[in-house]
């Protein structure tokens, strides 16, 4: 009976970046079903995972008190039952969990320095948590080393947008596809990644726009699409390259919009020339008469936007991937104005707010960067005369390596999971079994936290309030409806705690006091206000007054750059980190699917979602299986340089006949196993999507 509930609270889906608004039903103090309710980013729509996917707060596996690792437990390792994990850890109060973290990262900071501890917040953690979180790391510990899976997902979407336009963040909303006639979707696959902006994309090309899909893997939206151009993994900047090359050649770029809003075309006039769609063409596989036709189509649309992700981003040469579209919505005007823009979908819930909030180790809230003394002055002064280090931090990647090599000895990890979700990850789970002192904070006893010596039970997204920022610039109010179970507290109260245990003389009694704080130094926050969010639960920035709901499309009047200009950066063909040979000779990519969120800890534990995706799989051509001798749900062992695993294969005609797509939720095949930790240069992103791979029949 849906009539048949106690309470109804308005909030946001804790899984994508689109950042659904639901009303979740609660009945006898648990969830009992989920609705979309009418948000601007989803009016009313949900898919599987924010409609059947809540029920994971609910699970037995969740953590309800502190727990501290025991001393006479066996090494550390991948080796805690979650449901037993009494030979590894014993329960705690909190002020003994409390003093236990703080105290441990005190004395290390005391013995060997504030650079021997780093800290991993949360794309899952509110804004007000993550601004806290990079806050604790870089008052406590005096350094920059304090990073998010903005590092593996979209880092280097990001760093090309701050070079070329001057903001990271998208120039228009996903929903402004309803005004374009022209769309590219490169490198993403929204049915199963971001599946309610995959229900705008399909209805646009329903009203006759042209949708151009551009990934070395088919996708279910090539169906809708005027052209599904299937390159060859890693050829990306060739492809953009040979496309642009026709625009210059053919001179079908908005000659007005380059002079009145862009520099360097000259150069990049130049350098394009080299790059011709035939010369192009045998690098990735596309002929070069289906070139110059995207070309055409794009350049000669009066409106066309350009959507990507992690397709683009998880590659050493990701940031050029990012330049290159970059500057083809520059070369035709298509950006700034109602129905064109650049805007590469965000991940996480709240990945997008979580990097607004400072959570990298480059940049402060708001991606002023820690080397502008301003910046650090203005810090000095709102955080009562804490000195901002000038140095950019280390990311994810390079942490990990410093954990491997001793150099760093403590870590508190909140939310993230890289144990599972980092490159090479054998190396990673090897590095973070050498810690002398590891907190983790997290909602289930993850594959991270086997390695912790203290645990500290988190409240769930549906369980506690505060704000998030969607993959649109879209800053909502989350709401509580249900209480944590056990002991577990909101993330917030805890970093305080932890904070306050370290010398720190932080005094915040909830999280509009945060939002009040970050709005001191955040430009962004400009006229959103934690009253207008409760009552209009989105406001989108950058927002012109109090009544004003936000820009859906920005930078029509300039860009946040030197005289207002955007920047053509050229991109050379780079080869991935390592090409496939005699030993290992097809093409791993790794990635998500519908069901699954992330490294699996959340939605592996709800029921529906379970049952409908409940085994590791991997995808390969119907005709590799067959000459693999391997039938449709047969075991495949996969093998790269790092490392191997077995795998149940599905018969995929979506996938090239030499590569194999393996999701990465599943622990018993964890995909990371597998893959490359090879960077990129500028965002520091790993290269997830490109690994040379064997596969045998097991
Ligand atoms: Fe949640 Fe994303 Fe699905 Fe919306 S599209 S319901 S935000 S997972």
Redesign the pocket.
């Known amino acids: 009976d849906r009539a048949d509930f106690d309470q109804e609270t308005k909030s ?9 608004q ?1 009303s979740i039903k609660v009945k006898d103090g648990k969830v009992k079903y989920v609705e ?1 309710i009418d948000g601007p ?2 009016e009313g ?7 059947f ?1 809540m029920d994971y707060i609910h699970h037995p596996h969740r953590l309800t008190k502190p727990l501290i690792r025991r001393d006479d437990a066996p090494e550390k390792g991948l080796n805690v039952d979650p449901s037993n994990p009494w030979t590894h850890f014993r329960e705690a109060t909190w002020e003994e969990a409390l003093d236990k973290a703080a105290h441990g990262l005190a004395d290390l900071r005391s013995y060997y320095g504030g650079q021997s501890v780093a800290g991993f917040g949360s794309a899952k953690c509110t804004n007000e948590e993550a601004y806290l979180f990079q806050k604790f790391i870089r008052q406590g510990f005096g350094h920059n080393n304090v990073d998010h899976c903005t590092r593996l997902c979209h880092a280097s979407s990001v760093a090309a947008l701050m070079e070329n336009v001057g903001s990271g963040a998208v120039t228009a909303t996903f929903n402004e596809i309803e005004n374009a006639d022209v769309a590219i979707v490169i490198g993403s696959n929204p049915t199963e990644n ?4 995959a229900t705008y994309f399909k209805q646009f090309t329903k009203r006759g726009g042209e949708l151009i899909i551009m990934d070395p893997r088919g996708t279910a939206m090539k169906r809708f699409a005027k052209h599904m151009i299937q390159f060859r993994p890693g050829t990306d900047v060739a492809l953009l390259n040979a496309i642009m090359n026709v625009i210059v050649e053919e001179k079908l770029y908005d000659r007005q919009y380059i002079e009145g809003f862009t520099e360097g075309f000259f150069e990049f006039r130049d350098h394009i020339r080299a790059f011709t769609p035939e010369r192009m063409s045998e690098l990735c596989g596309i002929a070069p008469e289906v070139i110059r036709d995207v070309a055409r189509t794009f350049a000669t649309a009066q409106r066309a936007m350009i959507f990507w992700g992690m397709g683009i981003s998880q590659h050493i040469h990701g940031t050029d991937n990012s330049r290159c579209l970059i500057s083809l919505a520059l070369l035709c005007g298509h950006v700034g104005r109602p129905g064109t823009g650049l805007h590469p979908l965000r991940g996480q ?1 709240n990945v997008q707010g979580a990097s607004d909030a400072g959570l990298i180790p480059q940049v402060m809230p708001d991606y002023q960067s820690v080397t502008d003394p301003e910046v650090r002055a203005l810090f000095k002064h709102i955080w009562q005369g804490t000195e901002i280090q000038a140095a950019p931090g280390l990311t994810v990647v390079e942490i990990m390596d410093r954990v491997y090599r001793g150099e760093i000895r403590g870590m508190y990890v909140l939310g993230e999971n890289p144990a599972m979700s980092d490159p090479d990850v054998d190396h990673a789970r090897k590095a973070l079994a050498k810690l002398d002192h590891l907190v983790v904070q997290d909602i289930f006893l993850t594959e991270t936290a086997n390695f912790a010596d203290v645990i500290l039970p988190a409240a769930a997204m549906p369980e506690k309030a505060g704000t998030v920022t ?1 993959t649109n610039r879209q800053v909502q109010m989350m709401r509580k409806a249900v209480e944590a179970p056990g002991e577990a507290r909101e993330d917030w109260k805890v970093i305080v705690d932890l904070a306050r245990r370290i010398g720190l003389t932080w005094d915040y009694d909830d999280p509009r006091e945060v939002f009040n704080e970050m709005k001191m130094s955040m430009r962004s926050l400009h006229h959103i206000t934690w009253k207008r969010l409760e009552t209009e639960n989105s406001v989108t920035y950058p927002c012109n007054g109090p009544d004003d709901p936000g820009q859906a499309v920005v930078f029509g009047d300039g860009f946040p750059r030197r005289a207002g200009r955007a920047k053509f950066t050229p991109a050379r063909v780079t080869p991935p980190a390592e090409v496939p040979d005699e030993t290992f000779p097809m093409v791993l990519t790794t990635g998500r699917q519908l069901e699954h ?1 992330h490294t699996g800890s959340m939605t592996r534990r709800a029921t529906v979602l379970d049952a409908v995706e409940p085994e590791a799989n991997c995808s390969l051509h119907p005709s590799t299986l067959r000459e693999l001798g391997v039938e449709p749900g047969g075991l495949v062992r996969l093998i790269t340089r790092r490392g191997s695993v077995e795998v149940m294969a599905r018969a995929d005609r979506a996938v090239a006949r030499d590569m194999v797509f393996l999701p990465f939720a599943y622990v018993e095949a964890a995909a990371n196993i597998l893959t490359n930790a090879a960077l990129d240069p500028f965002g520091k992103i790993p290269e997830f999507k490109y690994s040379a791979v064997r596969v045998e029949k097991v």
């Open positions: 946001v889906c804790p899984f994508c970046g689109v950042g659904c639901v979309g980013a989803n729509r949900l898919c599987v995972k924010g409609r996917g971001h599946p309610v902006a819930n969607n969120w």
